[in-house]
């Protein structure tokens, strides 16, 4: 196997795992770490795609989904959850 097809492997493989441990919904740890594994997936297609021939969409479109993921692993691990504010 050489490095872009372990790098398309991975990538997909990450980020099926990752999408099965968002829709478990257990809980905003476990979604966190799940962000963690999309951004790791997200690397590696963005390498494969740009790396690989007649792939670099993949490339591009997983620049923008890497951002939305650093996002996800912001709102679910590094900031605290808000408090809700009584009625």
């Keep these: 196997m050489t490095l872009i097809e372990a790098l398309e492997w991975y990538g997909a493989a990450a980020g ?18 799940a962000f963690v594994i999309f951004v790791t997936s997200s690397i590696a297609l963005i390498a494969w795609g740009l790396l690989g021939q007649e792939s670099e969409g993949i490339g591009y479109q997983n620049m923008i989904l890497f951002a939305i ?4 692993v912001y709102r679910y691990l590094i900031r605290k959850k808000p408090v809700l504010a009584a009625d």
């Design 16 to 33: 099926a795992l990752a999408a099965l441990i968002v829709s478990l919904d257990l809980g905003r740890r476990a979604t966190g770490f």
């Design 69 to 72: 993921n650093c996002v996800g």
